[in-house]
């Protein structure tokens, strides 16, 4: 199952709209994609797990999928994301 | 796609709404909006509501999902919903979610190609979303 290590760059955090966009993207594709931080996990798919995270700015988290697309699924939420969140350093 | 319509006793309010709701969930799904009366006081306004109703049901595919700020909007609803017959009745659902919340969820969900009964269990699910961090 393939994971990336990510740290939120946007000064508001996973914010509404970014939140909003990760799950549009996401829901592209046929995998299940959740985003870890430290002991919780929430469904990409659903703005509402993403938003209950409440994650803050410079924290890190974990984009993991897992399914027939994952390795595709992953490289392109990096991607379309970059803006708000990058790779940790 | 699925479309929205939001009813507030202010019109200010659901013109911000409709101003977040665009922002966070972008230009596709249709939002119509009825806050105030026709003569722009505090209150709601069955034609007001019927208007958006039916431009917004024209707008979107997939049906229309209804929020309301207080109860009181459900009256002037229902007077709206006697404008129409199916097959246009069953394209409108009205949900309990709350107005902001619901709005966004929903909204989101919507520009995702979801059925309007996924987008109503969407807004539904605002009610016991949490705001406040989880320390």
């Not at chain 2, 319509?5 to 309010?13: E, K």
């Not at chain 2, 709404?17 to 003569?39: C, H």
Request: net charge negative; charged share 20%; no cysteine.
């Amino acid at each position: 199952m393939p994971e990336l290590h990510l740290v939120v760059k946007d000064p508001s955090g996973l914010h509404a709209r970014p939140a909003a966009r990760f799950v549009q993207a996401a829901t592209r594709f046929e995998s299940r994609i959740v985003i870890r931080q430290g002991d919780r996990e929430a469904d990409a798919k659903s703005l509402i797990a993403l938003l209950g995270l409440t994650i803050r700015p410079s924290s890190e988290i974990v984009l993991a999928a897992d399914g027939p697309d994952s390795e595709a699924a992953i490289t392109a939420l990096a991607a379309e994301l970059a803006p708000y969140l990058g790779t940790p350093t | 796609m699925v479309g929205l319509v939001l009813i507030s006793h202010s019109g200010t309010l659901v013109e911000g709404l409709r101003d977040m709701v665009a922002q966070v969930a972008g230009d596709d799904v249709a939002v119509g909006i009825a806050g105030g009366t026709e003569d722009g006081r505090l209150g709601t306004s069955a034609p007001l509501i019927a208007a958006a109703l039916r431009s917004t049901l024209a707008a979107s595919d997939g049906g229309v999902l209804v929020l309301l700020d207080l109860g009181s909007a459900a009256l002037s609803l229902e007077l709206a919903l006697e404008d129409f017959e199916p097959p246009d009745r069953e394209r409108i659902q009205v949900t309990e979610a709350p107005l902001v919340e619901g709005a966004i969820l929903a909204a989101v969900q919507a520009s995702v190609g979801a059925s309007l009964a996924e987008v109503a269990a969407s807004a539904e699910g605002a009610g016991s979303m949490a705001k406040l961090p989880r320390s």
